[in-house]
Each structure stands twice: as structure tokens, then as C-alpha cells.
């Protein structure tokens, strides 16, 4: 049965996140593996919100190899369509300039993030490069959360009322996700044997041109 929702009911405040998985990914993965594994090897990393786990520099980017050039056009790509849904505009007619920061983190069993939000972006988000090995029956390992960012929602109930305030994301290889930098999330313990490791990046957008399409 399709719902049709009638035309005076706006969604006024939705928020978006992208899920996106690719399915073209396994060589790039596996040297992307290599490459952090290899990068983890030469120092302790540094500390954010992650408890546990690995956190390279905000440099991944400036990584030799062409491996962070390749996932970082696929991060563009998404970033285009992100925008042109955002403004609800044909992405063919948008016209971007960003700019871009990403680090590799590993986590290991137990290792999770604290809620937080990244200040100073316009939009933020996580390549998973091995998603690791949790139990399909382990409803939280690993889980991303995002939370409502409304005023409580949930704030009075009655009979009925889905009392839920948060977005649950289960991570996969090849899976981009992308969402609000304002937008608060945490990452739940890594219930897994295998490392988990992923990639996560800060778009600024420097410049945003809605262009009219070509005639014909």
C-alpha cells in the first residue's frame, strides 16, 4: 500500500544522513588496510572522542599513495549529491569548492566514541574500510548512534508514543556515511574479533553556485 502524504504537511526541520555503500571497493580496502595497519605501527596516535582504539593526524589526506586521492573523489561525489538534496536542486547544476580533513582511526574490542559533534565543518562523515566482524545477533557492537538534535521529543508520552531518540546505523565495508557536522553521534563498543577500520573526514564548503542547466 502506498501512503500518500498530503500537501499541506511540510517536514520542517528533517535532518539528513547519507548511507552509501560501494560495491567496487575490495583492491582499494585492502591497500587502505595495509596502509593505516602499516601507519598504526609508527606511533601511539592521538586522543578525541574515541576511548581506545588508534587516531592517526588529521592528515590523511596528504598520505602518499594514490589510495587517499581515490576514496577522497568518492567522498566528493557524495558531498555534491549531499548538497544538491540539501537545497533540493539537480546536482548537475551545482557548482562546489571544499575543502577537506580526514584521519584513519582502528578499533579494537571495548574501544567506542563518546557523543560529539565536529565544530567548524559544514558536514562530516565515515568511510568504513573493514567494518570488522560483530555478531549479526549483537544488536549494538559497534553501532553508530546519531541523536535527535530536537528539544526531546519524547518529552511527554502517552499510549502509543514511540519513545526513541536516537538513528542506529549497523557499519559495513564499503559503506560512506555522511550527515550534519552539527549533528551529535557516538559509536557504541566494538563487540568484534577483527580490527575495525575506517576513515572519517570534515567538509567545509568554500563555494556553493546553483547554475540554470544547459539548453537541449
Known amino acids: 500500500m502506498t501512503i500518500v502524504v498530503k500537501k499541506e504537511f511540510t517536514f520542517a ?27 598504526e605501527a609508527e606511533g601511539p596516535g592521538v586522543s578525541k572522542s574515541n576511548v581506545g582504539g588508534w587516531h592517526s593526524a588529521n592528515d590523511f ?25 540539501e537545497r533540493k536542486v539537480d546536482a548537475a547544476t551545482l557548482e562546489l569548492g571544499v575543502t577537506a580533513e580526514a584521519w584513519a582511526n582502528v578499533s579494537r574490542t571495548g574501544n567506542y566514541a563518546k557523543p560529539h559533534v565536529h565544530p567548524n565543518s559544514n558536514l562530516s562523515g565515515v568511510y568504513y574500510v573493514d567494518a570488522g566482524d560483530v555478531a549479526a ?19 511527554f508520552q502517552t499510549e502509543g508514543t514511540l519513545v526513541f531518540d536516537g538513528y542506529r546505523v549497523r557499519p559495513e565495508s564499503g559503506m560512506l556515511l555522511m550527515f550534519p557536522a552539527w549533528l551529535y553521534h557516538y559509536v557504541h563498543p566494538y563487540t568484534g574479533t577483527r580490527p575495525r577500520i575506517c576513515v572519517a573526514f570534515n567538509v567545509t564548503l568554500q563555494k556553493l553556485k546553483i547554475t540554470k542547466p544547459a539548453d537541449g
Open 13 to 39: 526541520f528533517s535532518t539528513i544522513v547519507l548511507g552509501r555503500r560501494f560495491s567496487d571497493v575490495a583492491e582499494l580496502n585492502q591497500a587502505l588496510t595495509n596502509k593505516i595497519l602499516a601507519r
Open 137 to 155: 545477533e549483537d544488536a549494538h557492537g559497534g553501532v553508530i548512534e546519531f541523536l535527535d538534535p530536537r528539544n526531546r521529543p519524547s518529552m
Open 61 to 85: 589526506l596528504r598520505w602518499e599513495g594514490p589510495e587517499p586521492g581515490q576514496l577522497f573523489q568518492r567522498i566528493a561525489g557524495a558531498v555534491k549529491d549531499f548538497a544538491a538534496v
